[in-house]
């Protein structure tokens, strides 16, 4: 019987890691999509080209996944940060739609300062220049 236990402790175990990496892989991967899509909606909003709006729309949506994330490792700074961050892209979004570029500016230089800062609370700089999560 405590055979039976260990091996079910053992599997429980092992599911609950191999869940835990496949949502630190969705989480990276965002992260990994985020930097070149915001590096380039910057580029647009200072051109003043309406495509960022895309842009803007699909951080909306990385950012979803960082909340999950965060959510489900009880990081309420981080969270917060994930939230702030999806709420400018919204902004952003609705500021380019209408033509307001000014409006999306302030709201890009919002969003990207909310970034650094959950990367300075979150985020850890390997010997190798990788980074890995705090």
Do not use: Y
């Amino acid at each position: 019987m405590r055979k039976l236990f260990s091996m079910i402790c053992l599997s429980a175990t092992l599911a609950a890691m191999a869940w835990a990496a496949a949502d630190e892989a969705k989480f990276v991967a965002a992260m990994k999509k985020i930097g070149p899509t915001c590096s380039g909606l910057g580029k647009k909003i200072k051109a003043k080209d309406a495509s960022g709006a895309a842009d803007a729309k699909e951080l909306q949506g990385l950012f979803k996944e960082s909340d999950k994330f965060w959510k489900a490792k009880k990081a309420d700074d981080a969270i917060a940060h994930s939230k702030t961050a999806g709420t400018e892209f919204a902004a952003i979004h609705k500021a380019i739609n209408s033509g307001d570029w000014d409006a999306a500016d302030a709201g890009f230089k919002k969003a990207v300062a909310t970034c650094g800062g959950c990367h300075g609370a979150h985020r850890e700089k390997n010997a190798d220049g990788t980074f890995k999560i705090k």
